[in-house]
C-alpha cells in the first residue's frame, strides 16, 4: 500500500516545484497535482524521480493520497485560479482540512478565504513566501497567517523547510489572523521595492561622478561587508561585475524600462486607505511607473536643456556620503514599513509580533540583511515601540547620517540626478522629527473654501471650531475634520 503523503501541492510551475523537493529532502512525503496533467507525469518522470513524491492525476486522487488532516498548499496564479482550486477542493475535503495559498495573493482576499472556509468547517492559510526560485528549493522566508487552528499542523513542515538564521532560528512563525501573513508579506515587497530603487539611484549618481561598472563593483563589495551587508547589495555586486561572451557589461545592455507584479502597489494603496505617511516606497512604486515611459522619456530629453552642475567634487568622499545616505534612508524605509504594519494591526485586530517578523526576513527573503538583527533587538527591548527612529540603536544612526544624507541629496538636485527614495526618506525624517509643521496653515485654508474646522494650541485636543472667514459664511460646519 502506498505511504501517505504529508501535505499536497497543486502547481508545477518552477516555484512549486522546488518547494515540493524541498519538503522531500526534509523527510516529507508530498502528493503533487498540476491542472495541466502532463506537468504531473514530466515531474515525475523528470525531478522527482526516486524520491517520495506522488503524482496525482486528479484533485480526487491528490485528496485520497494525503494525511488527515489534510493539508493542500497551493502555488498557482493569485487571483481567481486560487478560487477556483479552492472550489474544486472542496466537495473533496472534511471538516478540519487545512487549504494553504502560498501565491502573492491581495491580503482583503485572504481574509475573506479566510472567513468562507471557516464557514464551511475548514482551515485556511494565506502565506507569504519570499526568497525566489532558490529559496523556495532550499529554504525561503515564510510568513503564514489565517485560521490559527491551522498552524499546529503545519508548523513542523513549514519551520523545517524554511531558512534559518545563523543562530539556526526558523525564518518562519504564525503572523496572525485572516490576512495578516500576506499583508506582512506584502509590506516586505513594498520594503524590497525602497531598497532596489534606492540602489539604482545611490548608482545612478556612481555614474554620474565618473565611476566605471568595475569602480562601483568594487565599492558595492566593500559595502556588503559593513552595515549595509544584504542580499541586494550582493546581487548588485555580482551584476555590475557580469559580461557576456563578447565581454560586454550585460546592465549596460539592459533597457532602462523597470517591471512590476503590483505589490508595492497595493502596499502603497494600504499605506493611503490606513493614513500611514509611506512616502518612500509610493516614490519606489511611481520611479518604476516614470520608467516605463521611456519614449516620452527620450522625446523629453531632446526638448529640456536643463543647466545642471559638474561634479567637481571628491569622488571617495561621495561614496562615502552615498553609502550614510543609502544606510539611512534604508532605515527610514523600513520605519515606515512597521508603522503601516502597526496601523493594520490595529485596523484589523491582529497581534502581530514585530521583533518575529524582522526574524523571519533575516533569511531566505529578498530583503535579508545584518541589519534586521538590529531591528528584532529594537522590539525584544520595547514591545510598544511606536517608530523605529526613536529607538536608540537608530536615533545615534540618524543622528550621524544627517551631515552626508543632505550632501548627497544636494548634490543630486544640483546634478540633476533624479533620486526620489533617498530626498523622500529625508523629507520624511524632517517632517517627522519637526514639532511644528505648516498644516496650520493647510487646515485654515480647509476651514476656509470648506468650514472643514479646526484645533487651536491653546485649547484642549478634540475641541474643534471653525471661522467665519469672509463675513459671508456663517456658523454651519462640515464636521469632516479627520487626522
Known sequence: MQKLADIGLVGLAVMGENLILNMESKGFVVACYNRTVSKVDDFIAGRAAGKNIIGARSIKELVASLKRPRKIMLMVKAGQPVDDFIEMLIPELEPGDIIIDGGNSHFPDSNRRTRYLESKGLLFVGTGVSGGEEGALTGPSMMPGGSPAAWPHIKDIFQTICAKTDDGEPCCDWVGENGAGHFVKMVHNGIEYGDMQMICETYDMMKAIGMTNAEMQEVFAEWNENELESYLIEITRDILGYKDEKGRE??????????????????????????????????????????ALKEERVAASKVFKVEVSAFTGDRKQMT???????????????????????????????????????????????????????????????????????DPFFKDVMDRSQAAWRRVAGAGISMGVPMPCINAALAYFDGYRKERLPANLLQAQRDYFGAHTYERVDKPRGEFFHTNWTGKGGSTTANTYVV
Open 250 to 291: 550585460v546592465v549596460d545592455l539592459i533597457l532602462d524600462t523597470a517591471g512590476q507584479k503590483g505589490t508595492g502597489k497595493w502596499t502603497a494603496i494600504a499605506a493611503l486607505d490606513l493614513g500611514m505617511p509611506l512616502t518612500l516606497i509610493g516614490e519606489a512604486v511611481f520611479a518604476r511607473c516614470l520608467s
Open 320 to 390: 562615502d556620503d552615498l553609502r550614510v545616505a543609502l544606510y539611512a534612508a534604508k532605515i527610514v524605509s523600513y520605519a515606515q514599513g512597521y508603522q503601516l504594519m502597526m496601523a493594520a494591526a490595529e485596523e484589523y485586530g491582529w497581534d502581530l509580533n514585530y521583533g518575529g517578523i524582522a526574524l523571519m526576513w533575516r533569511g531566505g527573503c529578498i530583503i535579508r540583511s545584518r541589519f534586521l538583527g538590529k531591528i528584532k533587538e529594537a522590539f525584544d527591548n520595547n514591545p510598544k515601540l511606536k517608530n523605529l527612529l526613536t
